[in-house]
């Protein structure tokens, strides 16, 4: 491995960071001390820091030279809802609420390539340290770009990176175009009419229909969805009623749909609706639907997706870097920054030993080994992309 030898040095202090982090770990929105800690860490290596982008987000800005090329490396902060099982001393302090997705070391891989890339200074450019909140499911990179991130702190490429347990350390797979599924939450409430359940004729039965809703949307994939397009339409809730003896006059659906397009995401959300209105009129029910996308697909840029394989390539020689990784049907907040800017998103090995526990995994943990590899590509991705340019 060809690791940056400076960031290489400092293997024991990042460790000691992202111990840190893991036994105080943040749910989404709340990482105040995570953010403070990154907020801090990045003053100290004497890098402008922006709190409170998008709420708890943090951002480190490193301008070098006088060229207008940026780049734009993020990292994310939060933490999970489990109770954490393992025993070692770096266990979470806070029962109910663990780094189990490794976002520590992803954190702790951009502070270390935020500090290498602080003294050494070997660009010209802008740098941007993006610290997102709220990765799982509460919308932290929207929040971000809400909060004008771009506008704030342009980037012309932005990236990535995430631990992957099963691949072995040394490794990295990434792919071009759509790598990840996007994802949505629906509800269907259906609206009958109450009556006594030994009098079903004086009424409309909202559970018989959301039965026959609930079978009629399999069909979304087997029928709507191009056989070579991949989907997920799954209805995993029905509440309705509450006594044995009544019929209810409403009842909900809940699920989740994934996708990897957003055209197929939207397809679904109108095939949704009206299979879902047209088989409760048919009863003479009502069914309305509420669709929210928490997760757009994420689809790495062709370009950018070769140019961080490349990167991470001189780190680990070409045979360590799989092009074509497969598709994964989990989501990624950072889809949504990629829909904004052009940038690529990579998986890096976190061990197919002791570090094989799947993330989100009571007994998960980040293995340590990988962090100057991470911090490495990290400083490599923007020393290449702001090159000094010769003369
Ligand atoms: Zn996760
Ligand atoms: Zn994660």
Redesign the pocket.
């Known amino acids: 491995m060809q690791l940056i030898p400076r960031i290489q040095e400092s293997h024991d202090v990042m460790t000691a960071w992202r111990r840190d982090i893991h036994a105080h770990p943040e749910l989404g929105f709340q990482e105040q001390r995570t953010a403070e800690l990154v907020a801090e860490k990045l003053g100290a290596f004497g890098i402008e820091v922006h709190r409170g982008v998008g709420r708890t987000g943090v951002v480190g800005v490193l301008r070098v030279g006088n060229s207008h090329r940026s780049i734009g490396l993020r990292a994310d902060m939060d933490a ?1 809802p489990i109770l954490e099982a393992n025993r070692f001393d770096h266990r979470s302090r806070h029962d109910g609420r663990m780094h ?2 490794g ?1 520590d070391g992803h954190t702790t891989m951009l502070l270390g390539a935020a500090q290498y890339l602080a003294e050494t200074r070997g660009f010209d450019g802008t740098i941007n340290f993006i610290f997102q909140p709220a ?2 499911g509460l919308g932290g990179a929207d929040a971000m770009i809400k909060d004008g991130l771009f506008e704030r702190f342009p980037c012309d490429a932005v990236f990535g990176m995430h631990n992957r347990p099963g691949l072995p350390v040394g490794k990295f797979s990434i792919r071009t175009g759509a790598m990840m599924a996007g994802g949505a939450y629906f509800d269907v409430a259906i609206t009958g009419k109450g009556a006594h359940g030994a009098r079903p004729e004086s009424g409309i039965d909202p559970v018989l229909v959301a039965a026959h809703v609930t079978t009629a949307l399999q069909s979304i994939v087997a029928r709507n969805v191009k056989p070579t397009d991949t989907a997920v339409v799954s209805v995993t809730q029905i509440h309705g009623g509450d006594a044995y003896n009544v019929i209810p006059q409403q009842a909900v659906l809940r699920g989740t749909a994934r996708a990897f397009g957003r055209e197929t995401l939207s397809m679904i959300e109108q095939n949704i609706g009206r299979i879902a209105a047209g088989v409760a009129a048919g009863f003479g029910a009502t069914a309305a639907l509420d669709f929210r996308v928490l997760f757009a697909p994420l689809v790495n840029d062709a370009t950018e997706a070769e140019f961080i394989a490349d990167t991470a390539a001189e780190l680990v020689g070409d045979a360590n870097v799989n092009r074509n990784g497969g598709v994964v049907m989990a989501s990624e907040d950072f889809s949504f920054m990629l829909e904004k800017k052009p940038g690529a998103y990579i998986q890096i090995g976190n061990g197919d030993g002791e570090g094989a526990c799947e ?2 995994n009571p007994s998960y943990d980040f293995n340590d080994a990988v962090l100057p590899l991470g911090a490495s590509l990290f400083a490599r991705l923007a020393e290449k992309k702001l090159a000094r340019m010769a003369g």
């Open positions: 999970l189990a997705c976002h990765e799982e993330v989100h």
